[in-house]
């Protein structure tokens, strides 16, 4: 079955510090590949997108994500975290081909802490 | 540019009643998406349409949803009655011919 893995539930980093959020998927062919932010009572964010070229991708909010193929990866960093970067981020991959149908396949969310 | 709107943020409501959700997509946008978390997991795929036309709608969890986009327009999520284990965020997503979609913040409807 074609699924996207995020290995932890949380992840807790302090203020200033680099953050990396994991994300590995298992599906055929080439995906698109993304992150999505949601804030406290706030709606899906698009971050950022990887369709193909340049394996590091800048996001939003000075994220940026590396795209791994042979370790089908795509995880989500930032080199200096701040407070408000706290919220649960997803990663989620489209399957190429299905010009406009945008059946995601979700990974479970990662919840990020910052702590002052 | 107004976003993807969702109606209501929350409900809760009682097994057994029906609820409605809303959502109105970005004007323009023929591609509308309805998608689903429940509590801790992830985020799940219930069904697209294309203007007015449901163009896959593989996710749906049984017959007791039902989804409408009457003029291609805003859409409908019907649930039908209503049961525990259909609490969760229901999430909206439109788009146009790119890549990109953009989501609404979500209704977070509570069965008790």
């Known amino acids: 079955a074609q699924s996207v893995a995020q290995p932890e539930d949380q992840v807790n980093v302090a203020e200033g510090n680099p953050l990396t959020v994991k994300c590995t998927y298992s599906?055929?062919?080439?995906?698109?590949l993304f992150w999505y932010v949601q804030y406290p009572n706030r709606g899906l964010q698009f971050l950022l997108k990887y369709i193909t070229g340049d394996n590091l991708v800048k996001g939003s909010y000075g994220f940026e994500a590396e795209f791994n193929k042979s370790q089908t990866s795509f995880h989500l960093k930032k080199p200096s975290a701040l407070v408000s970067d706290s919220a649960l981020y997803f990663c989620?991959?489209?399957?190429?081909?299905?010009?406009?149908?945008?059946?995601?396949?979700w990974g479970a969310g990662t919840k990020l802490i910052i702590k002052p | 540019e107004a976003g993807v709107t969702q109606f209501p943020s929350h409900s809760v409501i009682e097994k057994g009643q029906t609820v409605t959700l809303r959502c109105d997509p970005i004007?323009?946008?023929?591609?509308l998406y309805w998608y689903r978390r429940v509590m801790g997991k992830e985020i799940k795929f219930l069904l697209h349409?294309?203007?007015?036309?449901?163009?896959?709608e593989s996710g749906m969890p049984n017959n007791r949803f039902l989804a409408e986009r009457t003029g291609g327009t805003y859409s409908t999520l019907k649930v039908q009655p209503a049961e525990l284990e259909d609490s969760g965020v229901y999430f909206c997503?439109?788009?146009?011919?790119?890549?990109?979609?953009?989501f609404g913040q979500g209704t977070r409807l509570t069965v008790v």
């Open positions: 599906v055929s062919g080439n995906p698109y």
């Open positions: 004007s323009g946008h023929d591609n």
């Open positions: 349409f294309v203007k007015e036309s449901k163009q896959d």
């Open positions: 989620a991959v489209r399957l190429r081909g299905m010009d406009s149908n945008y059946q995601l396949i």
């Open positions: 997503a439109s788009s146009s011919q790119g890549v990109e979609a953009f």
